[in-house]
């Protein structure tokens, strides 16, 4: 699976931003698509999962109720919207996918991983 992550850059604090990661190279359906970030001098972290068995997309507490993850089969893409973003929010974002049935959670289980898109919100 090639991953290709898009749409980060500079926002205030409340403002949205929504990233799009493509996927491509085997069946889309099959993968765990997850969104995790990785602030400075951090470890990276994780921030939303949605599973491809059709269970409920899962989120950090730290963004539940601001960011929402979604797919769209058709187009093997899955999105990132973040609204009321915070300063604590920046960092760069990667998208990642998993075949495998471990841990949604476990950033080690996750085998394909997109290049990072930036972002970043000033207070």
């Known amino acids: 699976v090639q991953l290709q992550a898009s749409g980060g850059g500079l926002v205030q604090t409340g403002g949205s931003l929504r990233l799009s990661c493509a996927a491509s190279g085997r069946t889309f359906r099959a993968v765990d698509m997850g969104w995790f970030r990785q602030a400075p001098g951090k470890e990276r972290e994780f921030v939303a999962v949605?599973?491809?068995?059709?269970?409920?997309?899962r989120y950090a507490n730290s963004v539940m109720g601001r960011f929402t993850i979604s797919r769209d089969s058709a187009k093997d893409t899955v999105y990132l919207q973040m609204n009321n973003l915070k300063p604590e929010d920046t960092a760069v974002y990667y998208c990642?996918?998993?075949?495998?049935?471990?841990?949604?959670?476990?950033?080690?289980?996750?085998?394909?991983w997109g290049r990072g898109t930036l972002v970043t919100v000033s207070s």
């Open positions: 990642a996918a998993k075949t495998n049935s471990a841990d949604i959670y476990s950033i080690r289980d996750y085998e394909y």
């Open positions: 949605m599973p491809w068995r059709g269970d409920r997309p």
